[in-house]
């Protein structure tokens, strides 16, 4: 399957959070539990460099930030992870546009790419 398209827009200097449920193509939704989260993303897609990388595990994704959150994997959270960039990283973001992809890695490491679009910032004004 393809990843998706989405758009992010972060505002600078303000908590980001979104969260998102990996449906399956029968309608039901995916049980995440020993699954990881995890986005990179980069000012440019040729770029070596990434600008902002997320995980709901350092311990297996190092360098990356801990934002992301598996939540339990009962009733109508079945499926859902959230994604939480604080203020100090949102603050911090000095690119006005990148490019990121998220991706689902189940327990035996196989990945599942969800997502993939711009990543966007919306500077602040006020300090």
Do not use: C
Request: glycine share 10%; charged share 20%; no cysteine.
């Amino acid at each position: 399957m393809a990843a998706g398209k989405y758009n992010f827009i972060v505002e600078q200097g303000s908590q980001h959070e979104v969260t998102l449920r990996y449906k399956l193509s029968n309608g039901g939704y995916q049980n995440l539990t020993g699954w990881r989260a995890r986005m990179s993303v980069k000012d440019h897609i040729t770029d070596t460099d990434y600008v902002y990388r997320a995980t709901s595990n350092s311990t297996l994704d190092t360098n990356y930030a801990q934002d992301f959150t598996i939540l339990t994997q009962q009733g109508d959270d079945v499926g859902r992870f959230t994604l939480t960039i604080p203020v100090g990283t949102t603050t911090n973001f000095t690119f006005g546009q990148g490019v990121y992809d998220l991706e689902l890695v189940d327990g035996t490491n196989v990945v599942y790419r969800l997502l993939e679009g711009k990543f966007k910032i919306k500077p602040q004004v006020s300090e």
